[in-house]
């Protein structure tokens, strides 16, 4: 079905996978469509309860693949509205929490795109490179609404113009990833960090990523009607009853998602 991506369920996680491992994952046209329509599909697939998505070989993404741009005459703007626009929405459209596994360098596109994800873990030995300025160029993809969202206005303006390697222990410093785990299982141990998010309760882990992107974009009234607005959904849910029931009879829960 996919040619540029694989794509995997297991434990309840989708592993969604950048495949050109020979061109460090870089971006295509091809590439952007396949992971819209494997977000769709983990969205709309009830036993998925986490996404994974990570690149194959020695990289996690490169940023846009040249070859598909040098010789001609690009309209970067066209090109961002067609392409890119579209795939970073559907990570925020996507209910359900999305983990960028960064298995090796993430430059350019393929940063924005990992901070487009809500939570991001990243191999000791891989980096993260905003790569933009160094032709001359500003960060797209996301990368200038997220990044000073992330690590705030002045370290994201340092880092988009200098343009240098942040490695995994600064990146882990400076809150622009969540964990760095060792190289040598590196997979294994995002993996189970998916799976961890998969056991909790998946609507109410959705609910949380709607209010908060909502957040962003709203004042304290409107966020607090939302977030009202929200729990009353979150109530109905019967994770919700399962979470009060396990803690009545002191227990563990068991969250079924729904």
């Known amino acids: 079905m996919f040619q540029t991506i694989t794509y ?7 592993v969604i996978t950048m495949n050109r491992p020979d061109k460090f994952n870089a971006f295509t046209e091809r590439m952007h469509k396949e992971i819209i329509e494997a977000l769709k ?19 996690f993404n490169a940023g846009q693949d040249l070859g598909d741009v040098i010789g001609q005459e690009v309209d970067f703007g066209g090109f961002l509205r067609e392409r890119y626009n ?3 929405l559907q990570f925020q459209k996507t209910e359900k929490p999305i983990v960028a596994a960064i298995n090796g360098v993430a430059a350019g596109a393929g940063m924005s795109v990992a901070l487009a994800c809500d939570l991001r873990v990243i191999s000791e030995k891989a980096s993260l490179v905003n790569a933009f300025v160094n032709i001359g160029l500003v960060p797209d993809s996301g990368g200038c609404y997220f990044l000073p969202r992330i690590v705030g206005l002045g370290k994201a303006l340092e880092l988009a113009m200098l343009g240098e390697k942040i490695t995994a222990d600064e990146a882990y410093r400076i809150g622009l990833v969540n964990q760095v785990f060792p190289a040598e299982d590196f997979a294994e141990q995002a993996l ?59 227990r563990a829960p068991f969250f079924t998602g729904q």
């Open 192 to 250: 189970a960090y998916a799976r961890k998010l998969a056991s909790l309760p998946t609507k109410g882990i959705g609910l949380i990523k709607r209010t908060m992107y909502k957040g962003l974009q709203m004042d304290l009234e409107q966020t607090l009607e939302y977030e009202a607005y929200a729990q009353e959904i979150a109530g109905k849910t019967a994770d919700y009853e399962e979470g009060v029931t396990a803690f009545i009879e002191k």
């Open 86 to 88: 579209p795939m970073v």
């Open 41 to 59: 599909q983990a969205q709309k697939d009830q036993d998925v309860r986490c996404i994974l998505f990570t690149g194959a070989g020695r990289a």
């Open 8 to 14: 995997e369920v297991t434990d309840r996680v989708a």
